[in-house]
């Protein structure tokens, strides 16, 4: 059974091609690159490198089941801002207790990720969501620093997982939808980005493809 997703993404965030070949990748960079003047003094090589990375990550995506992605790129209080979302849907057999399944992932999820990371189960209008938010720090390569050196980057994580509800009476097969999104500008993530989320995660439906839904 094919399960359909609705929700609404704000206007700001572009949506990002999946599975992407290297020449719709190159068209990416420079559309974003040039519009949004981020070419500056970058070089070829470091351009070549960007859109190998970007084809790299949307095939992966596609393959891990992200149904959507989006990324946001402006100017808040005067400092450059970068937001990405992603939604996907992975087979999970949590039997027949969505409640259980949810607050089951939450402690799992932050007995993994270690202190530092805060979670909880919370009542969405789509149903019963593990919601868990940290920080993890990445090293980013030289070629894309705008210092030209390899540098460690915290960037702030919001994860939602949503047990997906059967359609048809009997159904055994389970699935959990998986509402994600990161910005390396933690100062942002607070006033301007997490009430974005929450809107996000509210205003999700599911339905079985072909039928209407309440969104």
Known sequence: MTIRIDFVVPTEFEEMPLGMDFDTAWAEVMSRTVRDSLVGERDQRALTEMTHSLQRISSALEEAG??????????????????????????????????????????????????????SVIEAPCGQAAVLTGVQNY?????????????????VQ??????????????TDRRMCLLAFATPSPGHWGPHYAPVVADILRSMRFAEAGQGSDA
């Open 139 to 155: 090293v980013l390569p030289a070629v894309f620093s705008p210092t030209g050196e390899e540098a460690e980057v915290p960037v």
């Open 66 to 119: 992200v149904v959507y992605t989006a990324t946001c790129l402006h100017v808040l209080e005067g400092e450059l801002s970068l937001g990405a979302l992603a939604v996907a849907v992975i087979d999970f057999p949590y039997g027949e207790d969505a409640h259980t399944a949810a607050r089951g992932v939450i402690h799992g999820m932050l007995a993994a990720r270690g202190p530092g990371w805060d979670g």
């Open 158 to 171: 919001f994860h939602a997982l949503v047990p997906v509800p059967p359609f048809q009476t009997g159904a």
